[in-house]
T-cell receptor, first 117, second 114 residues
């Protein structure tokens, strides 16, 4: 079974509008972390936001917020006021607890976001 | 504070050759992880090093190996290159070792095997 599922291969949004990128995850661990990364065409993976499984409040970082619904095992990324520079591939990732997970992020397949002027 | 650096940025090799990629983590970060990114398989975890010890390894053949030095810099080596090894290789460093530790990535090394 896929541990991280991103069901939207591509998304389009108008500049200055908000957009939600979906992510669902699967784990039996109680302690885990969820991450979102942005990858522009240059290839570098840019860290956007982190949510811990025990965090009671949704994480926010500037225009990025993470809509964390633990019972539904979803961790959607919300980008407010989209900008042209937001056009990129976005990855959702999870890091579980335990020895077999040291340093290991499990990634989804990614969502390509295109922002139209 | 300097970010994660990777050298070289681009590399072209032929089948059968070997290659060594280098990664310098953010100062103070002792955990270094390596990933392979291909269009077909996406991002896959190769291995993780912490304090010069490999603590975790992904499902890759033994041709893929790595090491970490006392200054936390890490290298990965691929021997007997195959066409399928063409990929973007990313390394990431982390200060914390648990699930809460954010991983910061370098710009990657794009390897092309001819």
């Amino acid at each position: 079974a896929q541990k991280i599922t991103q069901t939207q291969p591509g998304m389009f949004v108008q500049e200055k509008e908000a957009v939600t990128l979906d992510c669902t995850y699967d784990t039996s661990d109680q302690s885990y972390g969820l991450f979102w990364y942005k990858q522009p065409s240059s290839g570098e993976m840019i860290f956007l936001i982190y949510q811990g499984s025990y965090d009671e409040q949704n994480a926010t970082e500037g225009r990025y917020s993470l809509n964390f619904q633990k019972a539904r095992k979803s961790a959607n990324l919300v980008i407010s006021a989209s900008q042209l520079g937001d056009s990129a591939m976005y990855f959702c990732a999870m890091r579980e607890d335990g020895g077999t997970s040291y340093g290991k992020l499990t990634f989804g397949q990614g969502t390509i976001l295109t922002v139209h002027p | 504070k300097a970010g994660v650096t990777q050298t070289p940025r681009y590399l072209i090799k032929t089948r059968g050759q070997q290659v060594t990629l280098s990664c310098s983590p953010i100062s103070g970060h002792r955990s270094v992880s390596w990933y392979q990114q291909t269009p077909g398989q996406g991002l896959q975890f190769l291995f993780e090093y912490f304090s010069e010890t490999q603590r975790n390894k992904g499902n890759f053949p033994g041709r893929f190996s790595g090491r970490q030095f006392s200054n936390s810099r890490s290298e990965m080596n691929v021997s007997t290159l195959e066409l399928g090894d063409s990929a973007l290789y990313l390394c990431a460093s982390s200060k914390m070792t648990g699930p809460q530790g954010e991983q910061f990535f370098g710009p990657g090394t794009r390897l092309t095997v001819l």
